[in-house]
């Protein structure tokens, strides 16, 4: 088939009829699908069950180094969970502090704490006029929702196909000392399961920001998701990089296994330079006495190890690859060559980013809606949840089936096709 | 023995030779106790043991309602364990919200989101010159560590049998619009073992406060904890009696299972009227996704309801009780009458609070210290951890054995003596 924008009019009017006799068709078949969330699908989670036998009654409840994990204490974690978390973002267990059952809640935490108290020191943020973070787009909407829960002025920087644009960071970073931060993810982004590539972490290690508050908020929250043995995206270690290159303190780094054990009752972490744990635990020693050992010490006598974590994952890639592979059938075949959309083809991660053509996402968003696929919403994946050009949309493909994937999917271009049209015959 | 105050100068000089013929004997014994803070003893903890054993691979993961509590979702908890803890504080479970394992936490957020966010739409705090809290003293150090740690400006408020000094609590609440809270553990008071009496909280109820954002840090930590099956307190309910007096928005409840199941892994709750969760959880929607739904349900399967706790807290009290007495026991045969100090006799909680000669506190801690006895910090029940007179030291009896108790009592009622003597000899 021929590219719909060299199409005649006469074509597109003839290509609408049969498409929207289509859409009718597809409405009546009552489809109920949700590929809106990157939940963990049941299978993957029956996977983990046997992490509910690892410990009973009969269980020694005691750390390696004989601290109860029924008491209170050990407020930054037990040792054998801070070496599992670090083993699962490259960093010694030192600089990891291991916290409760959500890594979001650790990133809100940390920008909730430098509005207060600053960070290391430096003057705490709601006292200061304007604080920017930049965002790269498409992103992860429940960062850019942290950000602009405290009024944070949030920045598009365009994401390219090895990371941000980091000509545009550097400008923000190095000229403007109100931009504090940077959402990052770093390793199959949400939602373009784009990994950065050496060079983007260098230049991110090398930033020399004009703020000495300045982070990176490097949520590596797909650090093993990978989808194939065979083919799968490595990242440079953010924190050495950055103490290599003299700018020890300018990360924190963020982790969980919501996406390896449960989602609703994992573990998840923190790194940092020790200068910066430092001054976190001045605030963590009056917020908690301790978080959930027992479910860390639960959570480590299971995987032991970064081995028995990757052993794990390879089970998830299994189910997962399907599902994607389910998408990316539909969309090679039924879209190549039209010029209607763009998409991305992650080795790993919980996305596939689909671009369509400007001015069309929320439209193909609401369609698919009408016949019942449940897509995240147009907008999302910028801050505010303005999409300036309305064009990207996130797909999701862990939950539904590989069947109900296809189907949707199916659902999906034919929406895409409509919209596009339609949108062509209005222009 | 006659008053220490009625006897003359030689009496006080061959009495102190004794005592310190005795406390180098003492020293010579080496103890190494600890009774500085409020841990539950590994017995207490042996006890929920059987926790372990409510879910395992075999488990249904299902809460009542069909949610997979493994999976994303149920931001604000469970609904039975809103039930189970909603019942353990007499408040409906629509008024509850469940967080993760510790109330102190809770509490923390509660600050730090009036400090960012304000209070159901009130300025936030950090915009403001001048935020104040009231705090009942003696008192929890750990309540006065969050308002120091926000720079939030603590008045004492004295502490009567019946609870707080009201007259002065309506004065501050209703004259000055800075003051923003006040701590409170209404119920065997931490460290004093008072429990506040109906007319108190109905006059917490009734106050008018100058600020809009005024709320009441209603700590109800010891709730269930109850020394003795025939002597026990009973306080008002305090949501229902706010709304009584219109009220309805003026509290914040916080309570947890800390303990009750484990200190490190146990589920903590808070609650009050529904247009404060409303508020709540707009911010709570920005920072989890969920807590810890996995440990909610396993203590929902154990105890079931509020009758399956109180018969749990029968078998704590059985073992704290003997502590507790022991203490008393010889605090009563060794101090009674010689007018150097003065304690408290509660029915349940965690302490028992003692009041020394003024300038006193301080020297029986150390000497405590140097003999091998480890005592919370003289001051730590103050805000700042300044007791303005130096007289009261919070004893913790939980974690060591009754036997233990008994000999590090016999130690600290030899080190009052001795500081005593020794303050009325430098008068």
Not at 213 to 220: H, L, T, V
Not at 237 to 256: H, Q, R, T, Y
Request: aromatic share 8%; net charge negative.
């Amino acid at each position: 088939m021929k590219p719909y924008k060299e199409m005649s009019k006469e074509e597109l009017v003839s290509l609408k009829a049969e498409l929207e006799k289509a859409f009718e068709d597809a409405k009546g078949k009552g489809l109920k699908l949700d590929m809106s969330r990157g939940k963990p699908t049941p299978a993957q989670l029956d996977m983990a069950m046997d992490i509910m036998d690892v410990l009973n009654s009969d269980s020694d409840m005691k750390t390696e180094a004989g601290i109860d994990c029924r008491n209170y204490g050990l407020m930054d974690g037990i040792p054998e969970a801070k070496q599992l978390m670090g083993e699962m973002m490259g960093v010694p267990a030192d600089n990891v502090l291991v916290y409760g059952n959500a890594s979001l809640s650790i990133m809100y935490d940390a920008v909730s704490r430098s509005m207060t108290h600053g960070v290391m020191g430096s003057t705490p943020w709601c006292k200061l006029d304007k604080v920017k973070f930049l965002c790269p787009v498409p992103g992860y909407d429940r960062h850019f929702k942290i950000t602009e829960h405290f009024g944070i002025e949030m920045i598009n920087i365009p994401m390219t196909p090895t990371g941000p644009d980091m000509d545009l960071v550097e400008k923000y970073v190095q000229e403007d000392a109100a931009v504090k931060g940077i959402w990052c993810v770093p390793k199959y982004s949400n939602p373009q399961g784009i990994s950065y590539s050496d060079e983007t972490v260098r230049r991110f290690a090398n930033l020399k920001p004009a703020a000495e508050d300045f982070r990176i908020y490097w949520d590596n929250a797909y650090v093993i998701h990978h989808l194939y043995d065979d083919k799968q995206d490595e990242i440079l270690e953010i924190l050495s990089e950055c103490e290599k290159a003299g700018n020890p303190d300018m990360v924190f780094e963020f982790c969980s296994t919501s996406k390896v054990s449960f989602a609703g009752g994992g573990i998840a972490a923190m790194a940092a330079s020790k200068a910066n744990l430092e001054f976190i635990k001045q605030s963590m020693t009056v917020q908690t006495i301790s978080y959930d050992k027992i479910n860390q010490l639960r959570h480590v006598r299971y995987f032991k190890n970064l081995d028995g974590m990757l052993a794990h994952m390879k089970k998830h890639a299994a189910i997962m690859r399907p599902k994607f592979e389910a998408v990316l059938e539909v969309l090679d075949k039924e879209l190549t060559g039209l010029g209607i959309g763009e998409w991305t083809r992650p080795l790993g991660g919980y996305f596939i980013s689909f671009d369509a053509m400007e001015g069309c996402a929320k439209a193909i968003v609401a369609k698919c809606k009408e016949a019942g696929v449940v897509l995240t919403g147009a907008g999302a994946t910028f801050p505010y949840g303005k999409d300036p050009k309305d064009s990207n949309i996130r797909i999701a493909p862990s939950f539904p089936t590989p069947e109900e994937m296809a189907a949707a999917t199916d659902l999906f271009v034919l929406c895409v096709k409509l919209v596009s049209v339609e949108k062509l015959l209005a222009a």
